[in-house]
């Protein structure tokens, strides 16, 4: 039973060690998981989420997108609500879908080549930012359902854009070297529980016994120090299944 | 395994690990992809009200009604325009009190998947002493939050507590949404609307005869004792865009009401309404044939639960928004 149970804990700490290693590495010290620059080949004046397409809340995500030419951009987070309600006579880009760390399906929405209002004169952006070449802001998905987007501001369009993303993962570093500890933690104890079978059963005592034979052929059992005084011709070891294994000195007839 | 999948797996994995070891922020799938949003957060409300009233001070202290263009519309813009209208007219007889004290005391909204969005503000007037019930709303994303409808209460008068869902959120209803009510919101208001214009016709029974129909009621006998003069007054009424399931199974119902009082004056008369009447104010000089007065009444009525008794109106504002007479 407890050489089953070792064995499981050792698997198991397989598993931890593997996953706690993957995960430092791929979260690095800085617990940041960067993909980019990605390029979207557009030239309308706004690339938005489907409300869809953000469907996990929790992780700190970073977005930083550029455009060449100090083109002024705009980027925002905002309730999908909001989002589709600003966007919905606008032509765009809209990503369908995003599987992390980066691959997006999106498809063209025909409409208007202006947006209805500047996005920097809007108060409803849960996060924003603007610039000139680029912009970048950082945002912790919420539950509610939210929509990105990626707006040109003012007579420009934003040909040319490439996306940054960044996902923080706070403590994910040092959550992957604990468990990579705790891992090892684990193989030891699976390991000890394995050894502990033969630790518990009866050592292996060598026992030695001397033997005269006497000239008759008759043996006699000797002590270790009248044994000294003759000379060892012959060394038998015999085992016995289950027994210790005994080793038998037997001196031959040296005389006094 | 598809992409998407795999990628699912390394996240729950991912998460699951993280959350064994950790408190830090582990992603979630969320449940719930509605496109929807509690309309504004009482934070955000806060300031929406601050702005509000620090341009109506402006207005109140100038009697301009311009300011308040840019937070107000709809009816309740038409009454406080009119309201500033007759006030200037009265300045000029005597001193308007332009001081006002507002307290927000409750400010709730509810969770609405497309514009417009709105929220109920319960605000104290200090220095009119009632209880503005009112409603902003904004239109659009690009839009500014302007006050909607804003029916007073008295003080005293106790206001059945909003139902709330999981979110803390209002929870609407339909205006032709008649479950569990003593009778829909809109047909509730039109009801209303006809007891107001004909106490015998038959839909006045189903509503409670209060305090706002005698009042006008006996607004109305007054008008039509005016020797030589043939008075007569119409109600209509506005589609209920607002109404609010109550905690006991009601509703309360924001409506805005529509009179129109007109006034026929018999050969060789003419008519010369007071110094700083409302009548004075939009029908200037004497009225020798014909005058007609529009008013706007915003009326908050409780709809009782299914047997529970009649709707009734438990606070109103109004005022008149326009006129013309020769």
């Known amino acids: 039973m407890r050489r089953v149970a070792g064995v499981l804990a050792m698997l198991l700490a397989l598993v931890l060690v593997i996953a706690g290693a993957a995960t430092a590495i791929v979260v690095g010290p800085d617990n940041r998981v ?166 518990l059963q009866p050592e292996n005592v060598e026992e030695v016994v001397y033997v005269y034979i006497d000239d008759d052929g008759v043996e006699h059992e000797i002590d270790p120090a009248t044994a000294h005084e003759y000379e060892i011709v012959e060394d038998v070891e015999l085992t016995d299944p289950g027994q210790p294994a005994s080793r038998w000195h037997v001196p031959g007839w040296m005389g006094r | 395994m598809t992409g998407r999948a795999r990628g699912a797996v390394i996240a729950a994995a991912l998460a699951l690990v993280l959350s064994a070891t950790t408190a830090c922020a582990v992603p979630q799938r969320k449940d719930d992809l509605s496109v929807t949003k509690v309309a504004a957060q009482p934070e955000e409300i806060g300031q929406i009200y601050d702005r509000y009233a620090g341009v109506r001070a402006n207005a109140l202290k100038l009697l301009d009604p311009d300011p308040l263009r840019t937070i107000e519309s709809g009816p309740v813009l038409a009454i406080d325009a009119g309201s500033l209208q007759v006030a200037r007219r009265l300045s000029q007889t005597r001193e308007i009190d332009s001081s006002q004290d507002l307290t927000v005391e409750t400010v709730l909204a509810p969770r609405l998947g497309a514009y417009p969005l709105w929220f109920v503000a319960v605000v104290r007037d200090g220095v009119r002493e009632v209880i503005r019930v009112q409603i902003f709303q904004r239109d659009s994303a690009t839009s500014q939050w302007e006050m909607v409808t804003s029916p007073e209460t008295l003080v005293s008068t106790v206001l059945p507590s909003f139902a709330l869902d999981a979110d803390s959120a209002l929870e609407p209803v339909d205006a032709g949404d008649a479950d569990g009510l003593a009778l829909a919101p809109q047909a ?81 008369r003419a008519v010369n309404w007071p110094e700083g009447s409302e009548q004075k104010a939009f029908l200037a000089g004497k009225l020798y044939t014909a005058g007609i007065l529009r008013y706007y009444h915003q009326v908050l009525m409780y709809v009782p639960p299914d047997g529970e008794g009649k709707p009734r109106v438990l606070g109103q504002y109004g005022g008149v928004v326009s006129g013309e007479g020769s």
């Open chain 1, 34 to 199: 960067v993909t980019g620059p990605h390029e979207i080949d557009t030239e309308a004046v706004a690339v938005v989420t489907k409300p869809s397409a953000l469907s996990w809340s929790g992780p700190t995500v970073s977005v930083l997108v550029e455009v060449p030419d100090e083109k002024p951009v705009f980027v925002g987070l905002g309730s999908a609500v909001d989002v589709e309600d600003y966007l919905q006579q606008t032509a765009r880009v809209q990503v369908d879908d995003i599987s992390v760390p980066w691959k997006i399906a999106t498809s063209s929405v025909q409409g208007r080549k202006n947006l209805p209002a500047s996005p920097t004169a809007l108060d409803w952006w849960l996060a924003d930012a603007a610039g000139l070449g680029g912009a970048s802001t950082s945002f912790t998905l919420p539950n509610q359902t939210v929509s990105l987007a990626i707006l040109s501001v003012g007579d420009s369009d934003l040909e040319g854009l490439q996306v940054t993303a960044a996902y923080d993962v706070s403590g994910g570093f040092g959550s992957g070297i604990g468990l990579v500890a705790l891992g090892l933690g684990l193989a030891v104890l699976g390991w000890l529980l394995v050894r502990q079978r033969h630790l």
């Open chain 2, 188 to 268: 509730a208001v039109d009801a209303y609307a006809a007891a107001l214009a004909d106490p015998s016709t038959p839909g006045a029974t189903y509503v409670l005869d209060d305090s706002f129909i005698e009042q006008m009621r006996e607004a109305a006998t007054a008008s039509a004792s005016i020797k030589g003069v043939e008075f007569s007054q119409d109600w209509g009424t506005k589609p209920v865009q607002y109404a609010l399931r109550t905690s006991n199974g009601g509703a309360l119902v924001f409506a805005t009401l529509l009179r129109q009082d007109s006034y026929d004056i018999a050969d060789g």
